[in-house]
């Protein structure tokens, strides 16, 4: 991966770097405790605060079986009383005055025992035989067979003793009242009348209990308007909740007695699930609370927590920075005042204000500098200056050797000295010098020619480091061509001087050699300054005024003496077919090309310029 070969990159180069990921690293076990630390609190959180709320649900559901057994303990008192059993025995499908009186006296009955009880909202006997459903706060309805549920027929056909009905629909009766069996605001406990005689017929007795009565003994249990609490039968169906959108049935995936933290469907975010399940009914309780209420008084320490380990790595960053700019940072302004000093600056200076021990290193890198400048200068600038005066004293009987022995022992004592930049220039002066004096030779050839002038480029490249590079392009014809010495150096110096010395950096000078027709022509580029209109114009003016003049006449001019020398020797030697074009645009560069004739540099000429 990119990032992570970066980050290698990054550390294994800076210091800083590494010092970071250093105190990170001393900070990681305190990071991981303290999320450990918060990972454990939640848990023990989660564990008392459920274990807390389980104890009530479990005395809440408790009060539930207590209430449906205390139900169906009265439905079978009910269910046995004789004076109620008596009065049921009819078998008729119509209606008799004795059936009246009977039914007369047994909604009298319930609607006492509904008084006595209230914690029910209504008693009702359903009569089988005649198909009335005697109800203690509507009176007596017409239910004919043909109108019962299933329910109905599966009740008096199994024979069970008790049954909780739950309405999955709601009716109205007379004058708008609730139906006393289809009412969704209410269960019912149902069970057959005179249950332990053979001759007991299909009545039903019916307990209406108020689902609100249900849930206000467990609504209590929610901490919160956001928590939910549901209550599920033996088979798992929702008797009562707090939510609207509860689940109809019963997630088994809930484990029993056991704390759980979940995303549940249709939840915006996860909840904390608390389930009992009753030994006595099989009947389930549900809690439901959102984890933000749970961790919302642990909250502000958690963010407290992840406050710290912020700023702990924070001031890790800080520290590592303060380390590199006491340390680290002196140490970079040695290397590269180093590097400076190996490139031949040696007016290098470090500035510093520091009493330790990088204070007095870097006092003696500069005291090294000092000294080794002075060296240079004291002994090979010199050098160098004795036996320029030499030269310029014997110029007119200079013996070459002389000057090649003296530039070569020059050179031997730089790489004494370890002045490497100082004596790779020394050797290709002596190089080009040897060239540039030579006697008996005017011309060489087109290769030896680019030879020559990369010694004298090679010194100027020294002179201004990492400034320009140069390119030479050859045409394989051009070869073993030969061109007078000494011709391209004014434009390659003029190239450098004027063009590429005042560039900042990414010069580059093109020297070529190639044919056209019947010239060969030589080409100096560069992509320097360039020159503006005017002087370009005034360049062209005075290469043309060469041409009205004879040869080697023309007036000195001092600022286009290096040009006007070439244009003047190309004329001598080669005639008035050879020219020096000069074509330059301002930001860009400049290029000056040579065109000689072909013919006359097949040969080598010899002898002293005339």
Excluded at 460 to 466: D, I, K, T
Aim: aromatic content about 8%; hydrophobic content about 40%.
């Amino acid at each position: 991966m990119r990032w992570l070969r970066t980050l290698r990159e990054r550390f294994s180069r800076s210091i800083q770097v590494r010092l970071t990921c250093y105190f990170i690293l001393i900070l990681l076990p305190l990071i991981l405790f303290s999320l450990y630390a918060n990972k454990q609190s939640q848990r023990i959180l989660e564990q008392e605060l459920g274990e807390r709320t389980m104890s009530g649900m479990d005395s809440a559901l408790e009060y539930v079986d207590q209430t449906l057994q205390s139900l169906e303990q009265l439905s079978t008192m009910l269910a046995t009383d004789g004076s109620l059993t008596s009065r049921l025995k009819h078998r008729s499908a119509e209606l008799t005055p004795e059936m009246l009186i009977d039914f007369s006296s047994v909604m009298s009955y319930i609607s006492n025992v509904n008084a006595v009880n209230p914690i029910l909202s209504g008693v009702s006997i359903y009569h089988g035989g005649s198909g009335k459903l005697l109800s203690s706060r509507i009176g007596m309805l017409d239910r004919p067979l043909h109108t019962v549920e299933d329910w109905y027929d599966e009740f008096v056909q199994t024979g069970r003793s008790i049954v909780l009905y739950n309405p999955s629909r709601h009716e109205e009766a007379l004058m708008g009242w609730a139906d006393p069996i289809y009412n969704e605001g209410q269960l019912l406990l149902m069970q057959l009348m005179d249950l332990y005689s053979r001759d007991r017929g299909n009545n039903v007795l019916m307990l209406s209990l108020p689902k609100r009565t249900l849930l206000s003994n467990i609504a209590h249990l929610a901490p919160s308007p956001a928590s939910h609490v549901s209550l599920y039968d033996e088979q798992g169906r929702l008797l009562v909740s707090n939510n609207d959108s509860a689940q109809p049935h019963l997630d088994q995936d809930i484990p029993a007695s056991e704390v759980s933290v979940a995303q549940l469907p249709g939840r915006a975010e996860k909840q904390m699930m608390l389930r009992i399940d009753s030994p006595r009914s099989g009947w389930s309780l549900v809690l439901e609370q959102p984890e933000r209420e749970i961790y919302k008084k642990s909250r502000p320490l958690q963010i407290f927590t992840y406050w710290i380990i912020l700023i702990s790595c924070l001031l890790a960053v800080w520290i590592a920075w303060l380390i590199y700019s006491s340390i680290a940072a002196p140490m970079s302004s040695l290397v590269s005042g180093m590097r400076q000093l190996r490139l031949g600056n040696l007016d290098t200076r470090l500035v510093h204000n520091r009493q330790d021990e990088l204070g007095y290193l870097t006092d003696a890198f500069n005291q090294t500098a000092e000294q080794q400048r002075h060296l240079i200068q004291d002994i090979y600038e010199q050098q160098l200056r004795l036996t320029k005066t030499e030269l310029k004293f014997l110029q007119s009987q200079i013996n070459p050797h002389f000057l090649y022995n003296t530039l070569d022992s020059i050179y031997w004592s730089a790489k004494n000295y370890d002045a490497e930049e100082i004596s790779e220039m020394v050797l290709n002066l002596s190089q080009f010098f040897r060239l540039s004096l030579s006697k008996g030779r005017e011309t060489f050839k087109v290769e030896e020619t680019f030879t020559h002038l990369n010694y004298y480029i090679r010194v100027q490249q020294l002179r201004f480091v990492g400034q320009f590079t140069v390119s030479f392009v050859t045409d394989p014809h051009t070869a073993n061509l030969y061109v007078l010495k000494l011709i391209l150096q004014p434009l390659v110096e003029n190239a450098i001087l004027h063009g590429l010395e005042k560039r900042k950096g990414g010069g580059q000078l093109a020297i070529s050699a190639r044919l056209e027709g019947e010239q060969l022509l030589l080409t100096v580029s560069d992509n320097g300054k360039g020159m503006e209109e005017q002087r370009l114009r005034l360049i062209r003016e005075a290469l043309a005024a060469t041409d009205n003049v004879p040869a080697g006449g023309a007036e000195r001019k001092d600022e286009f003496f290096g040009l006007l020398n070439v244009a003047s020797r190309i004329r001598l030697y080669y005639g008035d077919s050879a020219s020096l074009t000069i074509a330059s645009e301002a930001g860009k560069g400049t290029t000056a090309i040579l065109a000689l004739p072909l013919a006359s540099c097949r040969s080598e000429q010899e002898g002293e310029m005339a």
